[in-house]
C-alpha cells in the first residue's frame, strides 16, 4: 500500500503561481512512477503531468506545457507540481497517483491516489 497526500493547494488570481506537494509513504516510494491529475466540476479527470521512478523522464498535457514543472525528491518520497502563469480553466481538484508500471498518462494505469486539492485561479 502507498499513501498520498497532497497540499498547497489554494486561491490565486489569474497569472499567479502555486506549489503542490504530494507526500507519500508506505512502499518505497522510487518504485513507482508519479502522476498529477485534475478535474473540474462537470468533466471528467484528466492527466496533467507525470515523472518516471528516477526523474529522468516527464510528461506534460499540452494544455500545461511550459507552465507547470513536475519534479521529485525520492528521499523526501514527495513529487511536486510548480505551477505558474495559472489561468482560471486551471480550476479543479488536483490529485497525486502512484503508477507502478511507469509514468502514464492514463489513469487506469495507477493503482494508489491521494485525496486530492482544491486550486481555484480567479480571473
Known amino acids: 500500500q502507498v499513501q498520498l497526500v497532497e497540499s498547497g493547494g489554494g486561491l490565486v488570481q489569474a497569472g499567479g503561481s502555486l506549489r503542490l506537494s504530494c507526500a507519500a509513504s508506505?512502499?518505497?516510494?522510487?518504485?513507482?512512477?508519479m502522476g498529477w491529475f485534475r478535474q473540474a466540476p462537470g468533466k471528467e479527470r484528466e492527466s496533467v503531468a507525470a515523472?518516471?521512478?528516477?526523474?529522468?523522464?516527464?510528461y506534460y498535457a499540452d494544455s500545461v506545457k511550459g507552465r507547470f514543472t513536475i519534479s521529485r525528491d525520492n528521499a523526501k518520497s514527495t513529487v511536486y507540481l510548480q505551477m505558474n502563469s495559472l489561468k482560471p480553466e486551471d480550476t479543479a481538484v488536483y490529485y497525486c497517483?502512484?503508477?507502478?508500471?511507469?509514468?502514464?498518462?492514463?489513469?487506469?494505469?495507477?493503482?494508489?491516489w491521494g485525496q486530492g486539492t482544491q486550486v481555484t485561479v480567479s480571473s
Open positions: 515523472i518516471s521512478r528516477s526523474g529522468g523522464g516527464t
Open positions: 497517483a502512484a503508477d507502478p508500471g511507469g509514468y502514464s498518462d492514463y489513469a487506469a494505469e495507477y493503482d494508489y
Open positions: 508506505g512502499r518505497t516510494f522510487s518504485w513507482y512512477g
